[in-house]
């Protein structure tokens, strides 16, 4: 009987679906086990073959916990709001709703052909309102609530008004943007406007003014990692930095438990320290700086309070509210010149920059330990939302100080001498202080107290706690998301909607252009925006992470409709036990999440303080992209590409690397790609601006059709530059998995995704191994029948070889599943086929065992086998094959024997021989005599089960 994977893996998926194989309920007398993958983003452009490589080792690891008796959760879904289905809308006319749902039906497809184990039945999409009916509620908590640093939780806001109305503010200890300090008789006599202005300086959903990265072309807020030199990512049109009143979510109240608590979670190193040096929590000093012939003061924060004598100047953030006050009619122009330069920069570009820029805007400051006046510039590398969005420039002892203070003529003072500590640099906290008044002569921890405590003396400032994390911009001038659920009254004041009115649904509309002076296109639907007499309602709409902040806890409970998550459900999953995902979403979406938890914990509403116990990224599957290269300099519609070998040789001239669809590639992936005559033809169908253009090669040429080939050549080879890069539309490299599937089977694709290498790692996609799986399992299959394809199971006793051979498999696979080595379970499921197979091993104590092994790696084949053995059920809902150690002892052993170190002969010996035993017999073995013959044996080292060496 012929293996026919994809005649099996149709029939065993109806099947699987037909009796909800994967159907798993919130109750158990199994212990629970949650797998989870971090859900996709349903674009059109469907799945390639890196996006499987994560959801292919949970499926295993799923899978692998069933069969070891857990009740396991797996579900799936799909993160379904976002700007590309908006921006699709825009280009086509296509309602994001209807592009949105073909691209999940899409995806279902896909992820249903690569066989996995998901509950689909607990399916959500975030843009299904019966979801984000509970995203819009959330937030309605978070804004009713604050983070009372006295308990370190949030409590509930009507808490605090009751305080204020009480004893006013100079008592509560709570995350705040507050500086003003009231009496119970201040708060009273406040108008409810005003009131409602102190409080969302204290609540965890407020509103402020903040500058955004905004794009006018694409109507909407940007995230840092979404612009590039001053463009957008997607479109390329201009980013400028604007103010604009956004929502935010107060997250570094938070700051201090999302640090620590990462000591109590199962992530790798290197993800932890992404979210340590996200939130970047540091120790210093708040000191505020007087400026010259003005009341204003300016307050820096710094962890080097100890240097504060080499401060020579002051820098301000270009956005800093101070920069229109200060600026002097003589230094206007300069500065205006500068604030349009720097508006066209995101934070990121602003941070990376290595060319220094600035702006003097003609003000001074006075150092408050020298009593000098310091002047006060403005640069890009200061940032608004960052400490105080002002510093007191060290040019000494910080490198970006005194690159800038080196580039515009600023003094510099030395105030640290770190001549006893050979090799430190300007980052590191030690050195003699100098030139520094009262701390002259100390170290400088020492230094560092010390100023501190000078600082609080003298009234200036006081010691302070600083991050680097912000609060979160939670804002979105776009129609594709979630309605806040918030409406406004005639003086502007915030107020919720109630859970009863919830959700707020999306209004439809076919408009989908940005409304006008940053609106999104909400604000045009004026039913919709003023449907509650007396108010309007908010028209921006929510980031595409506010779904994804929750919806592990929505699988557990997708169909309540008057919870999030019912106590139950959420008291039995707890939490998620495994997440497996892209490394790209560290300090995004996960710490989103972990905030979203944390404060969902505090309300009594979770049992547990995290959302994931243990996390896995999985490296990225690359794709190979390939280039050819068009001479620059081309004059009119005579464009001119040369291979890789011809553009190296013309070293006098420039080339443009052109990347070249890989459809159109032969021997895609190798040394030796190119593109063949039928390959250029459809390269220039796909770019026809280049169908002019001649094509050179060492084997000849290519012009509109005609093709001229050199001396011996037989046929024309256009040798393309092949290198690993990501794997993206964007790159013209993607491989569509289903047209591996079709080849090879699913089965197969999956084995060989985690075949190429370590989970955590990225690897190039190649196809050159794979058939060296599909013949392990053509191998595996045929071990199940005679040599007239007839199914034959035994139910002889297997020997010891075969026993030995089937737990030597039992137990690497064990181990290195929960090791997460799946490349190397595969290699060991060829050890035993091949060991089996030269066995003429039949049996079906040994063959049962080893399809349920295989069942995780190869859900289908296994499903197959199983029935085909005459198994009741769901070979996914086996027993997982326990290994006994026992079958692999040895009962001999075969020591090589040596003379003076050097092996003269090799004999087998019982396994249980004694050394003394092992000695003699040694010495009188066949050989080995005439090596000591007429010799002194001075010593016999014996080292067991290893070894014997005699010393003549």
Same mark, same amino acid.
């Given at each position: 009987?012929?293996?026919?994977?994809?005649?099996?893996?149709?029939?065993?998926?109806?099947?699987?679906?037909?009796?909800?194989?994967?159907?798993?309920?919130?109750?158990?007398?199994?212990?629970?086990?949650?797998?989870?993958?971090?859900?996709?983003?349903?674009?059109?452009?469907?799945?390639?073959?890196?996006?499987?490589?994560?959801?292919?080792?949970?499926?295993?690891?799923?899978?692998?916990?069933?069969?070891?008796?857990?009740?396991?959760?797996?579900?799936?879904?799909?993160?379904?709001?976002?700007?590309?289905?908006?921006?699709?809308?825009?280009?086509?006319?296509?309602?994001?709703?209807?592009?949105?749902?073909?691209?999940?039906?899409?995806?279902?497809?896909?992820?249903?052909?690569?066989?996995?184990?998901?509950?689909?039945?607990?399916?959500?999409?975030?843009?299904?309102?019966?979801?984000?009916?509970?995203?819009?509620?959330?937030?309605?908590?978070?804004?009713?609530?604050?983070?009372?640093?006295?308990?370190? +939780? *949030?409590?509930?806001?009507?808490? $605090?008004?009751? /305080?204020?109305? #009480? &004893?006013?503010?100079?008592?509560?200890?709570? %995350?705040?943007?507050?500086?003003?300090?009231? +009496? *119970?008789?201040?708060?009273?006599? $406040?108008?409810? /406007?005003?009131? #409602? &202005?102190?409080?969302?300086?204290?609540?965890? %959903?407020?509103?402020?003014?903040?500058?955004?990265?905004?794009?006018?072309?694409?109507?909407?807020?940007?995230?840092?990692?979404?612009?590039?030199?001053?463009?957008?990512?997607?479109?390329?049109?201009?980013?400028?930095?604007?103010?604009?009143?956004?929502?935010?979510?107060?997250?570094?109240?938070?700051?201090?438990?999302?640090?620590?608590?990462?000591?109590?979670?199962?992530?790798?190193?290197?993800?932890?320290?992404?979210?340590?040096?996200?939130?970047?929590?540091?120790?210093?000093?708040?000191?505020?700086?007087?400026?010259?012939?003005?009341?204003?003061?300016?307050?820096?924060?710094?962890?080097?309070?100890?240097?504060?004598?080499?401060?020579?100047?002051?820098?301000?953030?270009?956005?800093?509210?101070?920069?229109?006050?200060?600026?002097?009619?003589?230094?206007?122009?300069?500065?205006?010149?500068?604030?349009?330069?720097?508006?066209?920069?995101?934070?990121?570009?602003?941070?990376?920059?290595?060319?220094?820029?600035?702006?003097?805007?003609?003000?001074?400051?006075?150092?408050?330990?020298?009593?000098?006046?310091?002047?006060?510039?403005?640069?890009?590398?200061?940032?608004?939302?960052?400490?105080?969005?002002?510093?007191?420039?060290?040019?000494?002892?910080?490198?970006?100080?005194?690159?800038?203070?080196?580039?515009?003529?600023?003094?510099?003072?030395?105030?640290?001498?770190?001549?006893?500590?050979?090799?430190?640099?300007?980052?590191?906290?030690?050195?003699?202080?100098?030139?520094?008044?009262?701390?002259?002569?100390?170290?400088?921890?020492?230094?560092?107290?010390?100023?501190?405590?000078?600082?609080?003396?003298?009234?200036?400032?006081?010691?302070?706690?600083?991050?680097?994390?912000?609060?979160?911009?939670?804002?979105?001038?776009?129609?594709?998301?979630?309605?806040?659920?918030?409406?406004?009254?005639?003086?502007?004041?915030?107020?919720?909607?109630?859970?009863?009115?919830?959700?707020?649904?999306?209004?439809?509309?076919?408009?989908?252009?940005?409304?006008?002076?940053?609106?999104?296109?909400?604000?045009?639907?004026?039913?919709?925006?003023?449907?509650?007499?007396?108010?309007?309602?908010?028209?921006?709409?929510?980031?595409?992470?506010?779904?994804?902040?929750?919806?592990?806890?929505?699988?557990?409970?997708?169909?309540?409709?008057?919870?999030?998550?019912?106590?139950?459900?959420?008291?039995?999953?707890?939490?998620?036990?495994?997440?497996?995902?892209?490394?790209?979403?560290?300090?995004?979406?996960?710490?989103?999440?972990?905030?979203?938890?944390?404060?969902?914990?505090?309300?009594?509403?979770?049992?547990?303080?995290?959302?994931?116990?243990?996390?896995?990224?999985?490296?990225?599957?690359?794709?190979?992209?390939?280039?050819?290269?068009?001479?620059?300099?081309?004059?009119?519609?005579?464009?001119?590409?040369?291979?890789?070998?011809?553009?190296?040789?013309?070293?006098?001239?420039?080339?443009?690397?052109?990347?070249?669809?890989?459809?159109?590639?032969?021997?895609?992936?190798?040394?030796?790609?190119?593109?063949?005559?039928?390959?250029?033809?459809?390269?220039?169908?796909?770019?026809?601006?280049?169908?002019?253009?001649?094509?050179?090669?060492?084997?000849?040429?290519?012009?509109?059709?005609?093709?001229?080939?050199?001396?011996?050549?037989?046929?024309?080879?256009?040798?393309?530059?092949?290198?690993?890069?990501?794997?993206?539309?964007?790159?013209?490299?993607?491989?569509?998995?289903?047209?591996?599937?079709?080849?090879?089977?699913?089965?197969?694709?999956?084995?060989?995704?985690?075949?190429?290498?370590?989970?955590?790692?990225?690897?190039?996609?190649?196809?050159?191994?794979?058939?060296?799986?599909?013949?392990?399992?053509?191998?595996?299959?045929?071990?199940?029948?005679?040599?007239?394809?007839?199914?034959?199971?035994?139910?002889?006793?297997?020997?010891?070889?075969?026993?030995?051979?089937?737990?030597?498999?039992?137990?690497?696979?064990?181990?290195?599943?929960?090791?997460?080595?799946?490349?190397?379970?595969?290699?060991?499921?060829?050890?035993?086929?091949?060991?089996?197979?030269?066995?003429?091993?039949?049996?079906?104590?040994?063959?049962?065992?080893?399809?349920?092994?295989?069942?995780?790696?190869?859900?289908?084949?296994?499903?197959?086998?199983?029935?085909?053995?005459?198994?009741?059920?769901?070979?996914?809902?086996?027993?997982?094959?326990?290994?006994?150690?026992?079958?692999?002892?040895?009962?001999?052993?075969?020591?090589?024997?040596?003379?003076?170190?050097?092996?003269?002969?090799?004999?087998?010996?019982?396994?249980?021989?004694?050394?003394?035993?092992?000695?003699?017999?040694?010495?009188?073995?066949?050989?080995?005599?005439?090596?000591?013959?007429?010799?002194?044996?001075?010593?016999?080292?014996?080292?067991?089960?290893?070894?014997?060496?005699?010393?003549?």
């Amino acid at each position: 009987m012929d293996y026919k994977p994809r005649d099996i893996e149709v029939k065993w998926r109806k099947y699987w679906e037909e009796n909800g194989i994967y159907k798993v309920d919130n109750q158990s007398d199994k212990p629970k086990y949650y797998v989870l993958d971090m859900f996709p983003y349903p674009s059109g452009a469907g799945l390639h073959v890196g996006h499987p490589l994560g959801y292919i080792a949970s499926d295993i690891y799923s899978r692998y916990k069933t069969l070891k008796g857990f009740n396991v959760l797996h579900p799936m879904g799909f993160d379904a709001f976002g700007l590309p289905a908006e921006e699709y809308a825009l280009q086509t006319g296509i309602h994001p709703a209807v592009s949105t749902n073909e691209n999940m039906a899409r995806y279902r497809e896909q992820l249903s052909n690569l066989g996995f184990s998901f509950d689909w039945s607990r399916e959500v999409y975030t843009c299904d309102p019966k979801y984000y009916k509970w995203t819009q509620w959330i937030f309605t908590m978070l804004f009713d609530h604050y983070f009372d640093q006295s308990s370190n +939780s *949030a409590k509930p806001i009507s808490e $605090l008004e009751a /305080k204020f109305a #009480a &004893e006013g503010n100079a008592k509560i200890k709570a %995350a705040t943007a507050q500086e003003t300090v009231f +009496s *119970a008789a201040d708060w009273q006599g $406040l108008s409810r /406007k005003e009131q #409602a &202005e102190v409080l969302m300086n204290y609540r965890l %959903a407020y509103r402020k003014i903040g500058y955004v990265n905004w794009c006018e072309e694409l109507g909407t807020v940007l995230a840092n990692d979404q612009v590039k030199d001053g463009v957008s990512e997607r479109g390329g049109y201009p980013v400028i930095q604007k103010a604009m009143t956004q929502w935010y979510l107060r997250i570094t109240a938070y700051a201090d438990r999302l640090l620590y608590d990462l000591d109590d979670i199962d992530w790798s190193d290197a993800l932890k320290t992404m979210q340590r040096n996200w939130i970047g929590r540091s120790e210093g000093a708040s000191i505020h700086f007087e400026v010259v012939g003005s009341d204003e003061k300016i307050e820096v924060f710094t962890t080097r309070p100890d240097t504060i004598f080499g401060a020579t100047y002051m820098v301000l953030a270009p956005e800093h509210d101070l920069v229109a006050k200060l600026t002097t009619a003589e230094q206007q122009q300069d500065v205006d010149n500068y604030l349009s330069y720097v508006n066209a920069r995101s934070e990121i570009e602003r941070m990376a920059e290595k060319k220094v820029t600035g702006a003097f805007i003609g003000a001074y400051a006075t150092n408050p330990f020298t009593n000098t006046e310091i002047p006060i510039w403005i640069g890009e590398y200061v940032l608004k939302d960052y400490g105080t969005g002002a510093i007191m420039a060290v040019p000494s002892d910080d490198e970006r100080d005194k690159t800038f203070a080196t580039k515009f003529d600023l003094p510099i003072i030395d105030v640290v001498d770190k001549s006893k500590y050979p090799g430190a640099t300007l980052h590191d906290k030690v050195g003699v202080i100098i030139n520094s008044g009262f701390m002259t002569g100390m170290e400088v921890p020492e230094a560092i107290t010390a100023a501190s405590a000078k600082v609080e003396e003298l009234g200036i400032g006081k010691a302070r706690v600083n991050y680097k994390m912000r609060d979160a911009n939670f804002s979105r001038q776009r129609y594709w998301g979630e309605p806040f659920p918030v409406k406004y009254d005639s003086e502007d004041i915030a107020h919720m909607i109630s859970v009863e009115d919830l959700p707020l649904e999306l209004p439809d509309t076919d408009d989908f252009k940005p409304g006008k002076g940053g609106q999104s296109p909400l604000s045009r639907l004026q039913d919709w925006v003023n449907a509650d007499e007396g108010f309007v309602r908010e028209t921006d709409t929510m980031p595409a992470v506010a779904g994804s902040s929750w919806y592990y806890l929505r699988y557990m409970d997708p169909h309540n409709d008057e919870a999030f998550v019912s106590q139950d459900a959420v008291n039995y999953w707890e939490s998620v036990d495994l997440y497996v995902g892209g490394s790209e979403h560290a300090v995004a979406h996960l710490m989103y999440a972990r905030f979203w938890h944390k404060f969902l914990h505090d309300k009594g509403l979770l049992p547990t303080n995290e959302p994931f116990k243990k996390l896995i990224n999985q490296g990225m599957i690359q794709g190979v992209i390939e280039f050819i290269f068009l001479e620059k300099g081309s004059e009119g519609d005579q464009k001119r590409f040369v291979t890789a070998e011809m553009a190296a040789a013309e070293s006098d001239k420039e080339f443009a690397k052109i990347p070249v669809h890989v459809d159109f590639v032969s021997n895609y992936g190798s040394p030796k790609s190119y593109l063949s005559k039928a390959g250029i033809g459809k390269f220039i169908e796909w770019r026809p601006e280049y169908k002019e253009a001649i094509f050179e090669s060492a084997s000849g040429t290519y012009q509109n059709g005609s093709v001229s080939l050199q001396d011996g050549a037989e046929e024309l080879v256009m040798t393309t530059l092949s290198e690993v890069g990501k794997m993206s539309k964007s790159k013209f490299n993607v491989i569509n998995p289903d047209k591996v599937i079709d080849r090879y089977g699913t089965d197969c694709f999956r084995m060989y995704e985690m075949f190429l290498g370590p989970i955590e790692q990225s690897k190039p996609w190649d196809t050159k191994g794979i058939d060296g799986v599909s013949r392990f399992l053509r191998k595996f299959w045929g071990l199940f029948f005679d040599q007239q394809g007839n199914f034959q199971l035994s139910d002889a006793a297997p020997s010891k070889e075969e026993l030995k051979s089937l737990h030597t498999a039992i137990k690497k696979v064990n181990e290195d599943i929960e090791r997460f080595n799946f490349n190397t379970c595969i290699s060991a499921f060829m050890v035993a086929a091949n060991e089996l197979s030269k066995l003429n091993c039949n049996k079906r104590e040994i063959l049962e065992p080893l399809v349920i092994l295989l069942a995780p790696f190869g859900p289908h084949i296994a499903e197959e086998l199983w029935h085909l053995a005459g198994k009741d059920g769901s070979v996914h809902h086996a027993t997982y094959p326990v290994f006994d150690e026992a079958h692999l002892v040895e009962d001999s052993v075969t020591y090589p024997i040596a003379i003076n170190g050097k092996t003269r002969a090799k004999a087998q010996f019982p396994a249980d021989a004694s050394r003394e035993d092992l000695e003699k017999a040694a010495i009188t073995g066949e050989g080995i005599q005439k090596y000591t013959e007429g010799k002194t044996i001075r010593k016999i080292i014996v080292v067991p089960g290893r070894m014997i060496n005699i010393v003549v």
